[in-house]
């Protein structure tokens, strides 16, 4: 059973800085890739960014590019999302998805989100 937990959320200013952190327990971290998702209030759950499995290789929804940094560390088993000059359209509750792909269906995993609100 891998369980997967996102931390870091909280209330920030509009301009500011918040870094999430994801952490996979069950199995070895290296052998997912990560992807964040983020879900407001009365919207559908959107994409945010994704990285490869290996940490090397990273991709952005066009509103958080030059904004947010994602990244992932297989030695300390974590991965995280800094989130920078975040404005009110990013209030949502953040999510960290594991998944591993080879032959058949990924296995994906979900964490149980952590609320992120940018307000002042």
């Known amino acids: 059973q891998v369980h997967v937990v996102e931390s870091g959320g909280g209330l920030v200013q509009p301009g500011g800085s918040l870094r999430l952190s994801c952490t996979t327990s069950?199995?070895?971290?290296?052998?997912?890739?990560m992807d964040w998702y983020r879900q407001a209030p009365g919207k559908q759950r959107e994409w945010v960014a994704g990285?490869?499995?290996?940490?090397?290789?990273?991709n952005y929804r066009d509103s958080v590019k030059g904004r947010f940094i994602i990244s992932k560390d297989n030695v300390e088993n974590a991965g995280f999302l800094q989130m920078n000059t975040v404005n009110p359209g990013d209030t949502a509750v953040y999510y960290c998805?594991?998944?591993?792909?080879?032959?058949?269906?990924?296995?994906?995993?979900w964490g149980p989100g952590t609320q992120v609100t940018v307000s002042s």
């Open positions: 998805r594991a998944q591993s792909c080879s032959i058949g269906p990924c296995d994906e995993y």
């Open positions: 069950g199995s070895i971290f290296s052998r997912y890739a």
């Open positions: 990285i490869n499995k290996e940490g090397t290789i990273a």
